[in-house]
């Protein structure tokens, strides 16, 4: 626990001693804010919720979030602190654990900042807050899963870049596996029991079932067991190289 | 405090580490010494945990590495190569977030932390980021960090790399002021350095063990090894030469001319006799003769020349046997 602690201290100070989180952060709301009041048409919908806001995270977390977990693992191998940390008396997931939920934190963090749309949406009319409030908790176990896959997919490389860009393509993937687009690839040949396995991984279909403001104990474990099984992973390449 | 027995490691149809085996005592300080990729990081690697052994057996303070890795690692200070450290943090907060990791906390951390910047000298830089810290304050950093929790096993990985030579001193100063109390295995590819600071040198080749002693009884396997070394001035001539090789027990003798000197190597027959009869032989034909003499000593040998003729990892020679230890 001391050491788990240790780790996610170091690496949530690490986002704030370089410009990386202030600039996270900027481009984080500016682009939430951009997409929400001219994208979505905030306004011109008349509706005094966040339904539109809340819309757009997936799609702006595929590039954004990626952004934050490419340079967990990979930053360490490039550098060779990795040598130093694995060579530490720190048990393997509590460095796994400590890396995840410094991001995690950090992002959660980044998606704290955007209250003041909330607050907009109060003043403007009187909207239901706990739908919001589900909203955000939605969007923040989405985040986690985004993240715990951006994180197991940097420790298979040392380069920032291919962490990044392999990244986006599964988190995309996990995105619109409800979608036609990846549905009807299997549609025709696959037995419908599979197309709804595939649909069920979905975050969109998980995300949106939340930002309704229904709270379902089922999306919650969706989430829940997507991070822990993709950590997991992470753990076992970490380990894997270990043995060259 | 430190049992390596048979340890192995393949990266797949490659082996970096054939079978290795050796024991560090307290008190010892171990010269680890091979061309560059001999097997002496790799080995390092799996002693620390950070790769997993193929085969073989390392045991640190009775803790088995793979076994008992955490209880391991806990005894050991670690300087990997090239001494990295996470570059954005100052080296105050990098030394903090060991001194947590090893569960040093409160006023012992920071005890810890003053001991450890003390005997690096890094007082100066403390709060700078470490990476824009010059080559010799970031293997400081490394130092720093390996030695903070006083542990009772030190390993590290070319220590005084990319040092300049008051620095490697003071790095050699501090290495020989802990070695009373720790078992201490250094590698390196500096050869004096062996001389000025190990009990013991161990060379690898291809990664096998070649050869195994104290500095002395390495250098004893040199062929300078008790050989007399005799510098001139001046003009030589042949009959010089010829009444040197004349001079009783003898085998054969290597002519150096460098600048407006000449100096003569003079081997014996025997490389186990003690070369004190052999330079007072020299040193007496020299006054006869009135020779201008420039220099006059008997050879320990050299250790670079035992080096050499023991590895050849970095040339494509492979004679399949060898004169291991």
Redesign the interface.
Same mark, same amino acid.
């Given at each position: 626990m001391?050491?788990l602690? &240790?780790?996610f201290?170091?690496e949530l !100070? !690490?986002y704030f &001693?370089?410009p990386l989180a202030f600039i996270f952060i900027v481009i984080f709301l500016f682009t939430m804010g951009a997409f929400t009041f001219y994208l979505g048409g905030y306004y011109e919908s008349g509706q005094a919720d966040l339904a539109i806001f809340f819309n757009f995270h997936p799609w702006l977390y595929l590039f954004l979030i990626p952004a934050i977990s490419m340079r967990l693992w990979a930053e360490e191998r490039r550098? !060779?602190?990795?040598? #130093?940390l694995?060579? #530490?008396?720190?048990?393997l997931w509590a460095a796994v654990l400590g890396k995840f939920l410094a991001a995690w934190v950090f992002s959660g963090l980044a998606l704290a900042l955007t209250f003041p749309i909330w607050l907009t949406v109060n003043y403007l009319g009187d909207p239901d807050n706990g739908v919001i409030l589900a909203g955000y908790l939605g969007s923040f176990l989405m985040a986690g899963g985004y993240l715990a896959i951006g994180s197991c997919l940097s420790a298979v490389t040392r380069n920032q870049v291919i962490a990044f860009v392999v990244s986006v393509a599964v988190c995309f993937l996990f995105t619109v596996s409800g979608l036609p687009i990846v549905i009807d690839f299997f549609s025709g040949w696959a037995p419908q029991q599979i197309l709804n396995t595939i649909a069920s991984f979905s975050f969109l279909t998980h995300f949106n079932a939340i930002t309704r403001g229904v709270i379902d104990l089922r999306d919650i474990v969706y989430f829940t067991t997507l991070i822990g099984a993709w950590l997991i992973a992470c753990g076992i390449v970490v380990d894997m190289k270990? &043995?060259? | 405090m430190i049992v390596i027995d048979g340890l192995t490691?393949?990266?797949g149809p490659f082996t970096a580490v054939d079978r290795i085996g050796f024991t560090v005592e307290k008190g010892e300080v171990l010269g680890f010494l091979g061309p560059n990729g001999a097997g002496k990081s790799t080995t390092m690697?799996m002693i620390?945990?950070? /790769? %997993?052994p193929?085969a073989g057996s390392a045991r640190v303070c009775g803790h088995d590495i793979v076994t008992d890795t /955490? %209880?391991a690692?806990?005894t050991?200070g670690?300087l *990997?190569?090239?001494a *990295? %450290?996470?570059?954005?943090?100052t080296p105050r907060?990098f030394l903090r977030?060991?001194a947590?990791?090893?569960?040093l906390s409160g006023t012992d951390a920071e005890k810890a932390i003053d001991r450890a910047v003390e005997a690096t000298e890094l007082g100066g830089v403390l709060e700078q *980021?470490i990476d824009t810290l010059s080559k010799g304050f970031r293997r400081r950093v490394g130092l720093a960090?390996s030695i903070l929790h006083d542990p009772p096993v030190l390993i590290m990985d070319e220590p005084t790399d990319g040092l300049d030579p008051n620095q490697k001193f003071e790095v050699r100063k501090l290495i020989a002021r802990m070695s009373a109390e720790k078992a201490i295995v250094i590698s390196t590819h500096i050869l004096e350095e062996v001389d000025a600071i190990c009990t013991r040198a161990l060379i690898i080749d291809r990664g096998r063990v070649v050869a195994d002693g104290t500095p002395a009884a390495l250098m004893a396997r040199s062929r300078y090894h008790n050989a007399v070394s005799l510098t001139l001035s001046g003009q030589t001539t042949v009959q010089m030469a010829e009444k040197l090789k004349a001079l009783n027990g003898i085998a054969s003798m290597e002519i150096v001319p460098r600048g407006a000197e000449t100096t003569f190597t003079l081997f014996p027959v025997s490389a186990r006799e003690s070369d004190v009869l052999l330079v007072d032989a020299v040193a007496r034909l020299a006054r006869d003769e009135n020779w201008p003499v420039r220099a006059l000593y008997g050879e320990p040998g050299r250790l670079d020349e035992v080096f050499r003729s023991l590895t050849r990892s970095d040339t494509t020679v492979t004679d399949g046997k060898k004169d291991a230890a």
């Open positions: 001391n050491e602690l &240790a780790v201290h170091r !100070g !690490g &001693a370089t550098t !060779g602190s990795i040598e #130093l694995l060579s #530490l008396p720190v048990p270990k &043995a060259g | 490691k393949h990266f690697k620390t945990g950070f /790769l %997993a193929s /955490l %209880a690692q806990r050991i670690y *990997p190569e090239g *990295p %450290a996470y570059g954005d943090m907060g977030f060991i947590r990791v090893r569960r *980021p960090q």
